[in-house]
């Protein structure tokens, strides 16, 4: 095997051989296969010296002991001894150490520019009561705490789509449950992240309806979840409490006949066109690997680029995917402010 990889025009990655060049700057490419020992790299002068597994960096030129390893021209990690050309770069001849980042908060900043309202996208979605726009239509079963959680998850399985064929514009019931909500402190942040989740998702636009079941003698009380995040029982969202309903069984049937009595308003919903403005995108790590940074997340990111265009939303979900690299962010945030919220 021999080749390499070249830069086009504008200096854009382009793969013609074994390996990947990401920036003209870098000291390391990119194994685009399994490359074997003796391999040639024309395009970088030099022979392959070990087995590099593909997504793994190789030494692009002579690394000394202490230099910054740079790839997408960003250091992530020195030199921990001499590495020769050809070279796997890894965890075993990699040391990471603090070093100067300047945030440069806003320097890059590029406000988007948006489309004129007649000329942006549409989708078919539900428009919901306070304007908010969904892209599906279920019914939420959730749990407080660990120990309702099969309680939940029982509830919704009892809809089958057999059960559900009379109500055709409902896509489901779904459990939402979590392992947590007891042996952990009532106030603080834990508590109150668990309780502005659970909001989040009674509160979502692809709901129709929500149910919330608790045990009775968690930490993550009901009463505390309602009162924190102003939710009313009544309408589109119901309230259990397994100790007071008569135990597990009993409240699995409470449950069920509480969603019966909600399908025949949710199967009311109906699609409508909409300004993909009412779009809000989560972007979560799906398990990197040696190549996640050079294609799904770029065409993510231009896919969120696209849809800012035309007035949604993206948020990056997943901040500490971001380790060491926050200065690379912090020069594109809005301004200093926002900046500082991300470190």
């Known amino acids: 095997m021999s080749g390499g990889t070249v830069l086009g025009p504008r200096g854009e990655k382009k793969a013609s051989g074994p390996v990947i060049r990401l920036h003209a700057d870098d000291n390391v490419v990119v194994a685009r296969t399994d490359v074997p020992i003796g391999t040639a790299v024309p395009t970088e ?15 692009a030129r002579r690394i000394l002991k202490g230099e ?95 059960r559900l064929a009379d109500y055709p514009h409902i896509d489901g019931v779904v459990a939402f449950s979590h392992g947590i909500g007891c042996g952990m ?38 009463s505390g979840l309602m009162a924190q995040e102003n939710l009313t029982a009544g309408g589109r969202l119901h309230t259990f409490v397994m100790q007071e309903t008569g135990g597990t069984r009993k409240t699995i049937e409470a449950g069920i006949e509480a969603v019966k009595a909600l399908l025949p308003e949710a199967n ?18 799906g398990g990197s690997d040696g190549f996640s940074s050079m294609t799904a997340n770029p065409a993510l990111g231009a896919a969120v680029d696209i849809l800012a265009r035309h007035g949604g939303t993206g948020i990056l979900s997943e901040t500490p995917e971001i380790y060491g690299v926050e200065h690379t962010l912090t020069r594109r945030a809005a301004s200093r402010e926002v900046g500082e919220k991300l470190v």
Not at 46 to 52: A, F, G, K, L, P
Not at 189 to 206: D, F
């Open 45 to 59: 002068g030099w022979t392959v010296r070990s087995q590099v597994p593909a997504g793994h960096k190789l030494a």
């Open 68 to 162: 910054p390893i740079l790839k997408y021209a960003v250091t992530v990690g020195f030199a921990a001894t001499d590495i020769e050309p050809g070279t796997w770069v890894h965890s075993h001849n990699i040391e990471f150490r603090e070093f100067d980042r300047d945030p440069a908060h806003a320097r890059d900043f590029k406000p988007v520019q948006l489309l004129p309202e007649s000329e942006r996208a549409t989708f078919e979605g539900y428009l919901r009561p306070d304007g908010r726009v969904g892209t599906r239509n279920f019914i939420g079963i959730l749990s407080t705490v660990n120990c309702s959680a099969t309680v939940v998850h029982k509830i919704a399985e009892w809809f089958t789509p057999e």
């Open 268 to 285: 009311q919903a109906r699609r409508q066109t909409v300004s993909a403005s009412h779009l809000c995108v989560g972007l979560q790590c």
């Open 185 to 222: 402190e009532m106030t603080g942040e834990p508590m109150q992240l668990l309780r502005r989740t659970m909001a989040g998702y009674a509160r979502h636009a692809n709901l129709a309806a929500a149910l919330i079941v608790g045990l009775g003698c968690e930490r993550n009380q009901l």
